[in-house]
């Protein structure tokens, strides 16, 4: 095995309790497991969410995590590994998942918060893992931005994200979670930074959902 691959081989399944799953802020010491993890989620062939067939190369560099983690307006969680599976444990180093939360809002109160980054280890891929981290960051998203009497703004908010196209199992995943595809799209950038597309007709998909 790859030693930049996530070990595999010691996280137990058998009685996982996706009720143990719980989110931290994501610190300077993560970088080096989150570039694996969302890498790995993104770039390799296991799990059902990778994007191996469509995108090669990197998902993701330690300088662009870096820079997120220090964006006071985005918010990146991560799920820890701990000895025993419980949050008092102790850390073991490794990621089982992640999230962010990016806050927008513009001049015309226009409030949405943007999800991304989002990974769930392959070994605890249908488990429900993902569902109780999405469901955590939307809670957090929409408590952000209703907070501070933008609740009462004429303009609901909105949580978006993008997916890329030809992924139709993904997308029923999202639309089984009440967002919707709101016709923004865009080609998938090729400038390096972000994986090279393996097709030409590949895609962004923006999904929104209303929150409130």
């Not at 469509?54 to 307006?73: Q, Y």
Request: hydrophobic share 35%; proline share 4%; charged share 25%.
């Amino acid at each position: 095995m790859n030693e930049n691959n996530i070990n595999q081989s010691n996280i137990q399944t058998d009685h996982f309790d996706k009720e143990s799953v719980f989110l931290r802020q994501a610190e300077a010491n993560d970088i080096g497991a989150l570039e694996q993890l969302l890498n790995c989620c993104y770039r390799e062939t296991a799990g059902w969410t990778n994007e191996a067939d469509l995108v090669g190369g990197i998902r993701i560099t330690p300088d662009e995590l870096a820079n997120t983690i220090a964006n006071p307006k985005h918010y990146l969680f991560v799920y820890p590994k701990t000895t025993s599976g419980e949050r008092e444990a102790e850390e073991t180093g490794e990621l089982l998942g992640c999230i962010a939360v990016d806050i927008k809002t513009n001049n015309d109160s226009n409030k949405k918060a943007y999800i991304g980054m989002f990974a769930v280890h392959p070994v605890l891929q249908g488990q429900g893992v993902g569902n109780v981290i999405l469901q955590a960051a939307e809670t957090f998203a929409t408590r952000h931005l209703s907070s501070n009497g933008q609740a009462a703004d004429k303009n609901p908010a909105r949580l978006t994200m993008s997916i890329l196209s030809h992924r139709p199992e993904l997308l029923a995943y999202y639309q089984r979670r009440g967002y919707q595809l709101n016709g923004n799209k865009m080609p998938f950038p090729n400038d390096g930074n972000n994986g090279e597309p393996k097709r030409e007709d590949l895609e962004l998909l923006e999904l929104e959902k209303i929150v409130s």
